[in-house]
């Protein structure tokens, strides 16, 4: 048997299809060798860690489970903007070789936002959020409503008072002037005190460091964000943006006028119409469109039941779990529930201390005695007494002038635990927005109408249309009390989990923080001083502003606002009237942020005693 040589097995070209397979063998051998490429070296990397390697991640800035990474991104990314703009700027021109600065600054930064997010764990904010913030926000649409209407009158001392110096004589403010200017002062020694607890004391210590931190979050907070947010138009441009693009109607109908005009030059061609007078054709159609229509309205409710039963599953999963971490274990004396006769009597217990809030009477610390327990040797020799021993004392014992032992104390129930009311503030501030200042002709404010020029019927009209609806708007809010006082338990539980899961969920804040970049560092820096819209500008804002709230009103709802659009418009013209004033909203902004930071550092609003 001959072998045939490799020469002579391959006769011939070879193969489109075996020069195509060899080319891609080798495609895949050089992309499987080739190193797979380097990530890109970000700002935060660059700025905040540049001992790390290239392709190694950032350490995670936000401990808990529940963050992210896009929101650890996010505030890095946050983080590094603010140091280049307002520390390497300067710090370059010092010294360009050291490149520890940063990171250290980083490093205390990282304590800071760990030790925010520890108390913000541990914090429940649905009072802040259901309860304090609307009820500020009604006093604040309160009291500028009445400095409002005392303009131009003799409690305006003479008529001479501006309304931001009567709004500032209701809620005086040590933070802020009668002309909105905040101090400066008063936020850094907020900022230093959050430092102070946040930071341990050797980072506390060294004033160098502390000051840059200090000083870089005063220049975000005071130079960039308190005076943009305090401003009508940049307020009335927020709610447009949270609205979305406005519904082009207007556009629609005039687009289609020069069509309808065109067509009506065009002549018409007329069809023979059918002399029958019943099609299966059409009633075939008809039949399937009902079918349809039933069955997408049946998929509809069937998928809102799904997820109502889902999500009243996970209320009362979440509320089972808080309840459960609040438990109480027993004490130290009582481990079987049960009261330890050896046990000392308990010191007695201070109630704690209500913080001091601005504008309102501290509290006194009461000191509330525990109940008296017996001591040891009336427990030790308790016994249940017998109709002889009650009667006639034993003769080895003489009688005694104390009084017979009492039964043996049972444990003391703790009370229920109140269930907290969500609604009722909120319903409250919905009922004032809907309520019209007094017509300036009312006997309610004849008073301060004695100086004041009396304004044309033209501009009373629609307000008093508005007044006219004050009983509709009442009636609602109280048929919305109702139906919240009857499922107040429910609410109190679904409330704070809409809150956690959707408003503070990590999607959110991540957009949160993701827009506060993009608006104070555009192109990567300090955005420059944009210069406010002109009159007509802010004007035409809070005009499209006002159209577009009644127009989201719903048509059933829509009699609440008022009887006529005239009437509408004026109720929410009213409504935003609050806002139309920077002193003011200054005013409330700063009462904001007391709030929050005495909800999430208590100890601030108390006042030391010595």
């Not at 030059?265 to 054709?281: D, G, I, N, V, Y």
């Not at 601005?358 to 017996?374: C, D, E, T």
């Not at 809070?542 to 659009?565: E, F, I, K, S, Y």
Request: aromatic share 6%; proline share 13%; net charge neutral.
């Amino acid at each position: 048997m001959t072998t045939i040589p490799p020469s002579a097995r391959r006769v011939g070209p070879r193969s489109i299809q075996s020069v195509a397979s060899s080319t891609q063998s080798k495609d895949k051998l050089v992309l499987s060798t080739r190193p797979p490429p380097a990530k890109p070296v970000t700002l935060a990397k660059r700025l905040l860690f540049p001992t790390l390697p290239a392709d190694a991640d950032l350490p995670p800035l936000l401990v808990s489970p529940a963050a992210s990474p896009e929101l650890n991104a996010e505030l890095y990314d946050f983080i590094a903007l603010a140091l280049r703009a307002y520390v390497n700027s300067w710090w370059t021109k010092i010294t360009r070789y050291d490149k520890e600065f940063l990171p250290e600054i980083t490093r205390i930064l990282t304590v800071v936002f760990r030790t925010l997010e520890a108390r913000l764990v541990v914090t429940d904010l649905s009072p802040l959020v259901f309860r304090d913030l609307p009820t500020l926000l009604n006093q604040h649409w309160t009291d500028y409503r009445n400095a409002q209407a005392k303009l131009h009158t003799s409690y305006a001392t003479g008529g001479a008072a501006s309304l931001p110096q009567l709004f500032h004589q209701m809620q005086p403010h040590m933070a802020v002037s009668a002309d909105g200017v905040i101090d400066v002062v008063y936020v850094r020694q907020a900022v230093d005190h959050i430092l102070k607890a946040c930071l341990p004391p050797e980072d506390y210590e060294p004033e160098t460091e502390r000051y840059i931190v200090r000083e870089v979050i005063l220049k975000v907070l005071v130079g960039s964000v308190l005076p943009r947010i305090t401003q009508p138009w940049f307020i009335h441009k927020v709610i447009l943006d949270l609205m979305g693009p406005e519904n082009p109607v207007g556009a629609a109908s005039e687009s289609s006028a020069p069509e309808d005009s065109t067509s009506s030059e065009r002549p018409t061609l007329q069809r023979r119409s059918s002399s029958h007078h019943f099609s299966f054709q059409a009633v075939a159609i008809f039949f399937l469109s009902a079918v349809q229509s039933v069955s997408g309205v049946c998929l509809s409710i069937l998928h809102a039941y799904r997820q109502a039963r889902e999500t009243i599953r996970k209320v009362n999963q979440s509320a089972g779990e808080h309840h459960a971490g609040e438990r109480q274990h027993p004490s130290d004396g009582d481990k079987d529930g049960r009261n330890t006769p050896d046990a000392p009597d308990p010191a007695p217990t201070p109630a704690p201390h209500t913080p001091a809030l601005p504008g309102s009477l501290s509290v006194p610390q009461i000191v509330v005695p525990a109940p008296p327990s017996p001591s040891s040797e009336s427990t030790s020799y308790m016994s249940p007494p017998s109709q002889t021993s009650s009667t006639t004392p034993p003769a080895d014992h003489p009688p005694s002038s104390s009084p017979s032992p009492a039964p043996p104390l049972t444990p003391a129930v703790p009370p229920p635990a109140q269930i907290p009311n969500y609604t009722h503030p909120p319903l409250t501030f919905l009922l004032t927005l809907l309520t019209p200042p007094p017509l300036p002709n009312s006997p309610s404010s004849s008073s301060s109408t004695l100086t004041s020029p009396s304004p044309s019927p033209t501009h009373t009209a629609p307000l008093a249309a508005a007044h006219a609806s004050h009983t509709t708007a009442r009636a609602l809010t109280h048929v919305l009390t109702l139906l919240a006082s009857l499922s107040a338990p429910f609410l109190a539980r679904l409330l704070p989990y809409l809150l956690y899961a959707h408003a503070l969920g990590a999607p959110a804040l991540a957009s949160a923080v993701r827009a506060a970049r993009r608006a104070l560092f555009p192109e990567g820096w300090p955005a420059p001083a944009p210069e406010d819209p002109g009159p007509e500008e802010q004007a035409e804002m809070r005009a499209r502003l006002g159209r577009r709230l009644v127009q989201a009103v719903p048509g059933p709802l829509a009699m609440a606002l008022g009887p006529t659009p005239a009437a509408r418009a004026a109720t929410v013209d009213a409504a935003l009237a609050p806002l139309d004033s920077q002193a003011c909203n200054a005013h409330l902004m700063v009462f904001i942020l007391d709030l929050v930071l005495l909800t999430v550092f208590p100890e601030m609003g108390v006042s030391e005693e010595g």
